[in-house]
Every structure is written in structure tokens, then in C-alpha cells.
């Protein structure tokens, strides 16, 4: 069966967007189609362009016998600007003020387009990394790791802070929360990560980074490489930070209970050198 | 700027998979890529057969001045054959199985490509319900839940054992575990579930179905309605199941430690009513 150009720049599209960071060769799509390798070539050219217009991102064309192309999930700089100050607006609603000054963003973190995008954007950060796997805590930042997870293809593990039978041996360690200062425990199964596997955190919500730093020292029991960290939210009011490189995509400057006022602006991405577009 | 139609193609085939379910209206892409509807009414009469070639999805053509068009998400019967054969076959690896008879499933939970196939084929079962909004538990059923919302674009909600402070207000049940017979907590945020929504519930286990029989309870207490359970693996050792309508996509048929052999076969998936493409 033969397709018309038209249907192979649909299929492909398709086809590239849900397998990113994966060398696809040219023969694959060639024997797809039943069509010329020529021909695949042109309708990559017109994807590539495309994708790069539309802020979807680009395919890195690797030459040789061995060689294809590869999707890679990129953003423009103004379409992160706009996303991030939906983000920064969405959390300045005074409803989401809880006792303590603590914030609500459960439903944030269940709305798929926000998920999404936030996972699109960190997953940018890190888009021309070697990342294997990225790593989060239980529970709340589990949607965005996979998120991000999507967009590099590569597997989540995570991090729970009580052991579980379906989980077999684990490694456990004890770290001081950065903010209440008292001592928890976290614990990772044993065959999640191997020796030398290059590690990217995300997680929710960073304070102090006492949690981040958990996990740090985790990656070290397992002989893995820090390979990054992204965080949806930072929080200005952390007395010292136990982490220093990191991305952001929003910092909580402040909350006053009193006044019912939250003040979120954007997080250090854009001084970060991110791969934009 | 005006687009060929090699482009509106792309573009389109990435707007309508990234915004399941959603009414897009001819004008929105007409606007978009500065051509006339009929052209852009050709496009979609491409994209379409393509799609239901392909085994994407399909676009559903709602009339009309407050018309337009939504993608989707569906499966043919043959991909989703296949794809559940693998399953069953990666969860047999006598490597999975754990001290008590249970199964390591962390790995297949935390691989991109597996969960979100599985979102796919459990949001296909459920893609011509209406569906307001989809509930897990916390943690493993998470990244199989959010991806299953992906399709339906439905917000996610996260079942918690315990209760935090930035959950705020919560409603919390006790229910008996079918399993094991021990009264538990479930604890669930009290403004995230409207009254009269229509909750798909899903989950990676169900044995004797008690953790799921917990949050049809919850749904009570919440005023809201079940419109489907679906879930990944279910057990067939249950000495007394109780929940009834619900859709697997296999069946954990029989463990023998001693032996180390596992036995998974298909779910219930094929003999329930899939509207498959």
C-alpha cells in the first residue's frame, strides 16, 4: 500500500512527536510508506520546519547507515513567558491560601494542559542533557516527572517515604527536612537505577531543598550521576538553600496569611540557559 | 502568513492530539493558518482518514455555527491485541516476583512508553462516556491515571492514604480491605470533586477490589457518580470480588512461588463493549 505525501506528514507527525529523543531511520519510514527514501527526506525537510515554526520543536538529522532523525521537544521563549505568567496568575488566587501559608495547587497538578506544559518546559531545561531517568518524591510530584518524562523518553522512579512489599528490597536513607529540620526517611527500590545513570529530579514544590538534597544523597547510594534539577515552584522564603543549581519555572515571593495575598513571579528559567527554540 | 497545506497538516495533527476531546472550531483553525474553511474542511477530511487508518484516533464533526471538530483518542482491536500479549508476557519474568507472592511492577509504572499505552487502551474503553474527571489512589495508580486523562482531557484526582496540609479541608473515609480485612483511611480533598460529576475510577491492581469499593464510597460522600472503573492488572485469586463492572486489561491468573513461575493471561478487556476504531 502506497501513501500520498499528505497522509505521511500526518502519520509522521504522529508517529515523531509520540516517540521523542528516539532515532528514528529513514528506511523505517520509508518501509512505513512504501516510498522513496528521497521522498522521506522532503517530507521531513517540511516537518522540521514546521515543527520549528509552530514551537513544537526540531528533528536533529544524524547522517550515516546508522543514522535518522530524532524528535526533539523544544519551546519558543515567548510561548514559556506566556505559560509562565498563566502560572504565576493562577497561583496568586487568594483561595488557594491554606492555614499555615501553605498553598493549594492539587488541582493544578491534576489539570493535564497545565501538567503538560509545565512537564514541556522543564523537559526543554534538559533537552540536550544526557538524562536516563528522572527521579521525584511521592506524591504530588509524580504527574510532572511524567510529564517531563514524555518529552525526553526516559523512565520515572520514585522516591516514597514509607517501604512497600511490591516494592522488594530497598535502599533507605535518612535526611533532615530542610525547613522543619526534623529527620525522615526515604526509600527507593533497589533495582530502580543503575551504576552510573545520569539523574534528573523534579519535584513540585522546593523550600530549603531539604527533600531535593534527600535525594541527592540517595543518587550517591546508587552510584548515580546528578544530571539536573527542576522544580515547578521555589520558595523565596527558604533561610539557606541546601541546593544551588537548579531550574525553576515560578518562586513563591510571598504570602501573608493576614492579607490573604500571594505574590508569585517567575523563577529563575529565563536566566538559566535553556535551549529555547 | 499564509500556510500550505503540507503545513496545516502537521500543525493540525499536533493541535488535535494534544487537545483530545476538545470542540475545535473551523474558524479557530481557518484564523490560524490565514486560509478559508473549505480549505481548511479539506484538511480535516485528510486528517481524519488518516487517523482512522493509522489506528490514532478519529474526528468526530460536530454541526453547525457552534460547530467544529474533536479528535478522538481510539485504539483498533489488532494494536490493542498486541499490545496487552506483551503485557502479559513482560509481567510473567519470574524476576518480578517478590517474598509473598507479589509482583514488581515498579519498572513497567514508570516507563513512558507502557503507561501511556495503557492510558490509551483504558481511555479508549471509556472514550464515548461522558466523563467529568478521572480518581486514583496514590502512588502507583498515578501515572497510569494521568495518562488515561491525557486522552479523555479530564483532570486528575489523587486519593491520599494519610492528610497533608496542602491538601486543606478533607473528607476521609475507613473501608475495609477486601485482601487483607484491616480497616483503612482514605483520605480525599474536599474541593476537588463537584457534586454530580461523572468519576472514572482507575487503578494498576485490584485483587478482591476493597481499595476500589473505598472510592466508590468516597464518590457517595461527594455526591458525585461512577461512570466506569478501569484497571490495569486485576487478580483472579479474589475469594469474593466486590466490585462488578469494571474493565482489565489482564489477569493475574496464578503465582506459585515455590515453583517461581507467574501466570498472566488477557482481562475482561476484549468481552467487554470496547467501541474500538
Do not use: W
Request: proline share 3%.
Amino acid at each position: 500500500m502506497k501513501f500520498r505525501r499528505s497522509e505521511r506528514l500526518i502519520d509522521m507527525t504522529h508517529y515523531l512527536v509520540e516517540h521523542p529523543q528516539e532515532l528514528v531511520s529513514l528506511t523505517f519510514f520509508a518501509e512505513r510508506y512504501g516510498s522513496a527514501k528521497s521522498s522521506i527526506s522532503e517530507d521531513l525537510a517540511i516537518v522540521k520546519d514546521t515543527f520549528e515554526q509552530r514551537g513544537i520543536g526540531t528533528l536533529q538529522t544524524v547522517p550515516g547507515a546508522a543514522g535518522g532523525v530524532k524528535f526533539i521537544s523544544k519551546i519558543d521563549q515567548d510561548s514559556a513567558k506566556a505559560f509562565i505568567a498563566e502560572l504565576c496568575q493562577l497561583m496568586e488566587h487568594s483561595d488557594r491560601l491554606l492555614p499555615g501559608g501553605y498553598l493549594y495547587m492539587t488541582d493544578m497538578l491534576g489539570t493535564p494542559r497545565i501538567v503538560n506544559q509545565v512537564g514541556k518546559l522543564l523537559a526543554a531545561a534538559f533537552s540536550e542533557k544526557k538524562i536516563d531517568l528522572i527521579m521525584t518524591v511521592a506524591t504530588k510530584g509524580i504527574p510532572i516527572a511524567h510529564a517531563a518524562a514524555n518529552y525526553l523518553n526516559v523512565p520515572v522512579v520514585i522516591v516514597r517515604r514509607d517501604s512497600k512489599v511490591t516494592e522488594g528490597s530497598t535502599v533507605s536513607i535518612n535526611y533532615v527536612s530542610g525547613s522543619s529540620k526534623r529527620i525522615q526517611t526515604m526509600v527507593l527500590s533497589k533495582r530502580s537505577i543503575r551504576e552510573g545513570a545520569n539523574v534528573l529530579i523534579i519535584d513540585d514544590f522546593m523550600k530549603a531543598g531539604g527533600t531535593i538534597n534527600g535525594m541527592i544523597n540517595l543518587l550517591d547510594e546508587f552510584n548515580a550521576n546528578l544530571a539536573g534539577i527542576g522544580v515547578l515552584v521555589e520558595s523565596e522564603n527558604a533561610d539557606e538553600r541546601l541546593v544551588d543549581e537548579y531550574v525553576s519555572l515560578v518562586k513563591l515571593k510571598d504570602v501573608d496569611v493576614k492579607e490573604k495575598s500571594i505574590k508569585v513571579v517567575e523563577g529563575n528559567y529565563f536566566s538559566t540557559s535553556i535551549p529555547f527554540l
